[in-house]
């Protein structure tokens, strides 16, 4: 079976590996406030548990909100970030199970929506990318596997231009913006910066309410920066 770090098992990549994002972020499938699960055994070297709400202006490891470390049995290090606040449930020093809840999906410290943000170093303190742990299959038995177990074995991929509705979400990007005009920087990559075409942006990536005003332009050109701008 697929290993799986939500505890609903409907994991979906919002965000995949690449060299300015070693790592993935995740949320459930369907949207919930679910349980965060240890990839693997280990001891927990940190965690960060009395963070409240978003700060865009965060820097080092506050970005990370409350966040859970573990120095796994292999010899791997897991970072689960952006917890909610009140939810972390392990300790520092302490050595957790597989599967033990962590705490759940929230939006804390640098996060745009509630996801969770996974990294992954080696023995070696290089970063790597998480996928390849969620997709390593678990031997439980030499049976045969019926067709239920089968369908199980389903890898989970960072895939959205396959037609599926989890999968088929596209982004804008403009990384190479610099200044601090939404309508500039979607003009700086031929898209549409109309009013109307900015609300429909607003409203997919929850900036509730969109009149136009600073706060919800700088949330949205933040996004825009960081290719994390859900495109309507």
Excluded: F
């Amino acid at each position: 079976m697929t290993t799986h770090v939500l505890e609903s098992m409907n994991e979906v990549v919002t965000n995949n590996y690449d060299k300015d994002h070693q790592a993935i972020d995740i949320v459930a499938a369907d949207k919930t406030e679910t349980n965060i699960i240890a990839l693997e055994s280990g001891i927990v070297t940190k965690a960060v548990k009395n963070v409240k709400g978003t700060n865009h202006k965060s820097k080092g490891l506050a970005t990370y909100g409350n966040y859970v470390k573990i120095k796994q049995n292999d010899g791997k290090t897991a970072l689960y970030a952006h917890m909610k606040y009140g939810s972390v449930r392990v300790n520092e020093g302490t050595y957790i199970e597989k599967g033990t809840v962590l705490g759940t999906i929230g939006e804390t410290g640098n996060a745009y929506g509630k996801h969770l943000h996974l990294e992954i170093q080696n023995q070696n303190n290089n970063k790597e990318n998480p996928l390849d742990t969620l997709n390593k299959k678990q031997i439980n038995s030499d049976k045969p596997k019926t067709q239920k177990q089968k369908t199980q074995n389903t890898k989970i991929s960072y895939t959205p231009n396959k037609q599926s509705k989890q999968s088929q979400i596209a982004y804008l990007h403009a990384g190479n913006y610099h200044h601090g005009s939404i309508v500039d920087a979607l003009k700086s990559i031929n898209s549409d910066s109309s009013y109307n075409y900015r609300k429909k942006l607003a409203q997919i990536n929850g900036i509730n309410n969109y009149t136009g005003s600073y706060s919800q332009n700088v949330k949205m050109l933040s996004l825009l920066k960081q290719g994390k701008l859900k495109k309507a």
